[in-house]
């Protein structure tokens, strides 16, 4: 069975709203959620980013939902301090937490002043950042002397079994390069041919664990207003990596993305006031093999979406 979850956009909600979201969430029958963890949003549209990790501790306090984040170790952060992230919400609460991590983006990375590495350089440097967050999560004492810097560091407070580790994915080629070290692999929507390949590079290497789907999704009782909060909102996370990755400030995002249609935004965002359009395009994602769904309305107000799709969407997947 496919678990359905929400997904929980730091960029665009304010911490104590958004968590007022997941405890509806889960009295509305999602069984999970994730969230992001940016230092800035897409837009200026959007105006928020908190900080994940301490909003993690709430929302887990919170609710029974499990949760997950998207994290890129190596540049904002340094890897032992998000084994140490890790170990604690993994102690607190047991077999409930998971952390996909990544070689980030720019937008987020720049504010270390340090320069932005060619992909292969982050790559490498994720690569070592796992190796030493698994390391530590081990109960081993660490210290490296590569792209990343650690010195005989150790965790004192572990949980009994780590939390997993998973691959984040948007090509073929990084599903199957995650498949050497992650526990599992999460990806975004895109079209059923590239999430079928995506699932048989990352198998086919060998991954193991879940795979995992984050779907952009727009809903309101009018296609007009579901349109509008998909241009309004997502317009500036249309593009395709490099792009994505190298862009600097939330300024450039929005003047890259002025001149955006609404049907650019529809190849992105699943654009909809059509509740049996939305479950159809779910179960084509559950049918090609996905573990676990989450949903991400794009829009600001989750309550409408929260309570239709609770009611009326979830009961038809399930």
């Known amino acids: 069975m496919t678990e359905y979850g929400i997904h929980a956009s730091h960029e665009q909600i304010p911490p104590a709203e958004l968590l007022a979201a997941m405890v509806a969430a889960e009295r509305a029958g999602f069984d999970a959620a994730m ?3 940016h230092f800035s949003p897409w837009s200026s549209r959007q ?3 908190a900080f994940a990790w301490s909003w993690l501790g709430a929302a887990l306090q919170a609710t029974n939902l499990s949760f997950g ?3 890129a170790p190596g540049q904002r952060y340094h890897p032992a301090i998000i084994a140490q992230a890790i170990g604690t919400l993994g102690a607190m609460y047991p077999g409930r937490f ?20 060619r992909k292969d350089v982050r790559e490498a440097r994720l690569l070592e950042s796992v190796e030493v967050i698994r390391g530590l999560l081990a109960g081993e ?16 407070t572990r949980p009994e079994t780590a939390p997993p580790l998973i691959g984040a994915a948007v090509s073929t080629k990084t599903a199957a390069w995650c498949a050497r070290w992650a526990d599992g692999l999460v990806t975004v929507n895109a079209p059923e041919d590239h999430l079928r390949a995506m699932i048989e590079q990352y198998r086919g290497a060998g991954g193991r664990g879940p795979v995992c789907l984050q779907v952009h999704l727009s ?6 207003e579901a349109e509008a909060i998909a241009h309004d909102q997502w ?8 792009v994505c990755w190298d862009l600097e400030t939330v300024e ?23 509740l049996e359009e939305h479950i159809e395009k779910l179960r084509g994602y559950a049918a090609l093999g996905f573990d676990r769904i989450y949903l991400h309305h794009v829009g600001q107000d989750l309550t409408p979406f929260i309570e239709t799709f609770g009611a009326k969407v979830l009961p038809a997947l399930r």
């Open 141 to 156: 004492e660490v210290t490296r002397d590569g792209l990343v810097k650690v010195d005989r560091a150790r965790l004192w």
């Open 47 to 49: 105006g928020e980013s």
């Open 235 to 242: 317009r500036s996370n249309i593009f395709a990596p490099p």
């Open 252 to 274: 450039h995002f929005d003047v890259v993305s002025e001149d955006v249609t609404v049907e650019q935004v529809g190849k992105v965002v699943n654009i909809s006031a059509d």
């Open 69 to 71: 984040v998207v994290n």
């Open 219 to 224: 809903w309101a009782p009018t296609q007009h």
């Open 98 to 117: 998971w952390a996909a991590l990544g070689s980030g983006e720019y937008s987020n990375e720049h504010i270390t002043g340090e320069p932005w590495p």
């Open 35 to 37: 969230c992001s963890d």
